[in-house]
């Protein structure tokens, strides 16, 4: 019989034949990785060490910047200049003892003052419902537009043309002030999104193989429909179309999307057996859910977590941001202007990076929990304890893998931080702005250079962030199993997944687990899509007639953002489920291979193991 110790001895001669041909054993076009640690038999490794302690340095250095320039500009800058208005005699609308006087009312071109309301047609001579202006007269009727009482059409053009004349602010001053306007309705949509994400975890967790042949069903059906459409228009149905080229176009497209719905119904029967597992994996899952129900509170806390370091970024960098040395403050404007010179350029970029490493060192902790669950559920089916995993998770995750977790989310932020120094180059934003479209439909002759370094740019940044993305996600449940660091992890899990990335065989049966993941991953998006969109177009039919704000999709996307956010903390539970009871399956035969097979499956897992081919 062939034992452990004679397998590890001819593993350890191979390793020592391949590195004294290589320099590197990755060099070895058939190296597939080092085996994980056979203490790995009995579930995740309970004695540990910390990992990775330079980036835990670096993270709380990092926040005592941010707290410094907090600190610095708490005496300089005041939110309110990014978009109130002042009147002539230098009194800021809205704020202090013009509280009740938000708006701003034009007389001249240097005389206007705060008021409490736009008056209408009938106030039109009356006294102007100002703060201390001696009695004026209301010259023309207006409507409320952001915080500037603007006349209506019907109105004298000299006092249109004078209103007009009024230069507002910056862009970014204007998404600063949108979502200031918006903050309760944004709260609001935050927490349907928060109720709908609930609702869509318990319809998966009671029927998951619904949900799945229902998205199945949804996908195709729509395809049906929209080639459907196209054909009907392209013949003249319902009145259709008179030009024969569109008609044509409509008639080839309809026949791609129809093809297209047809090679999905015949995916769909040749993988039915493999959407049939993949329906086991998400109730494996949905078993999971309901063993550790206690886990579903985990993303309710670092959600409220998360939209606490949200908000302490936006009001913080809106405060740094109108401390800004760089402004333009004119008798005849009453907004500030506002322009980032060098010193608040980087104090933004500075906080957009802490926050964006908080957000992902929280989503990572997030994630580290949930597998720790789901790797000590799974190894419970051969006696591994389950008492206190949620605490055991939250323990590890912030003490001695704390420095793993953060290096991996600054990663990630660190490339937002990069997309940010971008967006905010000037030539950059000439390129985007003025040409971007042009080059999308034909390329403009005078910088086509400058237009494919920004498209290949793009494209290896997109291309980058997948890769890390992918490095994160499955390094973490590594992490979980053995403690090591983040690099090491993320290198094990990558030979894991490549030894395993077409099938993996199962005593007599065979699965291939990438479909598995794949309808894991479609059910994860699709739900974090619905609960995105849902929420953002509330928020849009909410804020699109309210006056006092200038751009409604400034709120409804950053609505869509965060209910996402919120949409994939939850949708998460099973899609880390799903990633981590394979990988666990996955490490159970590796080390399990001959001596039986995996010797934790879960019982719902056993026909989908043992399944013939």
Same mark, same amino acid.
Request: hydrophobic share 45%.
């Given at each position: ?8 001895? *001819? ?7 391949? *590195? ?77 003892? #013009? ?145 024969? =080229? ?11 999307? !129809? ?13 039915? %057996? ?44 809106? +405060? ?8 333009? =403050? ?36 997030? *994630? ?22 949620? %605490? ?5 995750? +912030? ?6 977790? !953060?290096?991996?989310?600054?990663? +990630? ?31 403009? %002759? ?12 793009? !494209? ?8 890390? %993305? ?10 979980? +199993? ?19 990335? #077409? ?20 059910? *994860? ?12 177009? !509330? ?7 309210? #006056? ?66």
């Amino acid at each position: 019989m062939i034992t452990d110790a004679f397998l590890e001895k *001819q593993s350890s001669n191979v390793r020592v034949q391949v *590195q004294e041909e290589y320099e590197y054993p990755e060099q070895d076009v058939n190296f597939t990785g080092r085996k994980l640690t056979k203490e790995l038999k009995n579930g995740p490794i309970e004695i540990r060490e910390f990992k990775n302690i330079n980036w835990i340095i670096l993270y709380f250095v990092i926040w005592v910047l941010m707290i410094y320039c907090a600190i610095t500009a708490w005496g300089k800058g005041n939110i309110y200049d990014i978009y109130m208005p002042y009147d002539c005699m230098q009194r800021q609308c809205g704020s202090g003892v #013009t509280k009740d006087y938000p708006n701003v009312y034009i007389l001249s071109e240097l005389e206007y003052y705060c008021v409490s309301h736009c008056p209408g047609i009938s106030e039109v001579g009356l006294e102007l419902p100002c703060y201390q202006c001696s009695a004026k007269p209301a010259p023309y009727s207006a409507k409320q537009f952001f915080t500037l009482c603007v006349p209506p059409e019907s109105e004298n053009p000299i006092y249109q043309k004078m209103v007009s004349k009024i230069n507002y602010f910056g862009d970014s001053q204007l998404y600063y002030a949108d979502i200031q306007e918006t903050w309760p309705i944004i709260l609001v949509c935050a927490g349907i999104a928060f109720i709908i994400s609930a609702i869509v975890l318990l319809l998966a967790r009671f029927a998951a193989g619904c949900v799945v042949w229902g998205m199945v069903v949804l996908i195709i059906s729509i395809l049906a429909w929209a080639g459907g459409a196209c054909y009907l228009q392209a013949i003249g149905y319902n009145g259709g179309v008179k030009d024969e =080229k569109v008609s044509k176009s409509l008639k080839l497209t309809a026949y791609v999307i !129809l093809a297209l719905g047809i090679a999905g119904l015949i995916l769909v029967i040749y993988f039915a %057996k493999k959407i049939k597992q993949a329906i086991i994996i998400l109730e494996a899952a949905s078993d999971f859910i309901r063993s550790e129900w206690q886990i579903i509170f985990v993303p309710v806390f670092m959600q409220f977590i998360i939209i606490g370091v949200m908000a302490y970024w936006v009001v913080f960098s809106a +405060l740094i941001f109108s401390a800004t040395s760089n402004e333009n =403050k004119t008798q005849n404007n009453p907004y500030v202007i506002l322009y980032m010179d060098i010193k608040t350029f980087w104090q933004i970029a500075l906080y957009l990076f802490g926050m964006g490493w908080n957000v992902c060192f929280l989503n990572a902790l997030t *994630q580290f929990v949930i597998c720790t669950c789901c790797c000590y559920w799974y190894y419970s089916h051969q006696g591994c304890s389950r008492k206190g995993t949620i %605490k055991k998770g939250f323990r590890n995750g +912030l003490t001695k893998n704390l420095g793993s977790l !953060l290096y991996g989310g600054v990663i +990630l932020s660190f490339m937002w931080l990069i997309k940010f120094i971008i967006s905010q180059c000037c030539v950059i934003q000439i390129l985007v702005n003025q040409y971007f479209y042009k080059c999308m439909i034909k390329i403009n %002759k005078h910088i086509p250079f400058i237009c494919f370094c920004y498209l290949y740019t793009a !494209l290896c940044a997109r291309c980058f962030d997948q890769v890390i %993305k992918f490095l994160d996600k499955n390094a973490y449940t590594i992490i979980v +199993l053995t403690g090591n660091d983040f690099c090491r992890s993320a290198v094990d899990a990558f030979y894991l997944d490549f030894r395993n990335s #077409t099938r993996m065989t199962i005593t007599q049966g065979c699965m291939n687990y990438l479909n598995s993941n794949l309808v894991g991953e479609i059910f *994860q998006y699709l739900g974090i899509i619905f609960i995105g969109a849902t929420s953002a177009t !509330l928020c849009y039919f909410t804020v699109k007639d309210k #006056t006092n704000i200038l751009d409604p999709f400034v709120p409804t996307l950053f609505v869509a953002v965060i209910s996402g956010f919120i949409g994939s903390i939850f949708m998460s539970l099973y899609g880390y489920g799903v990633d981590t009871i394979m990988f666990c399956l996955i490490v159970d035969v590796e080390q399990n291979r001959n001596e039986g097979g995996p010797k934790s499956v879960p019982p719902i897992l056993k026909k989908y193991a043992l399944e013939e081919k």
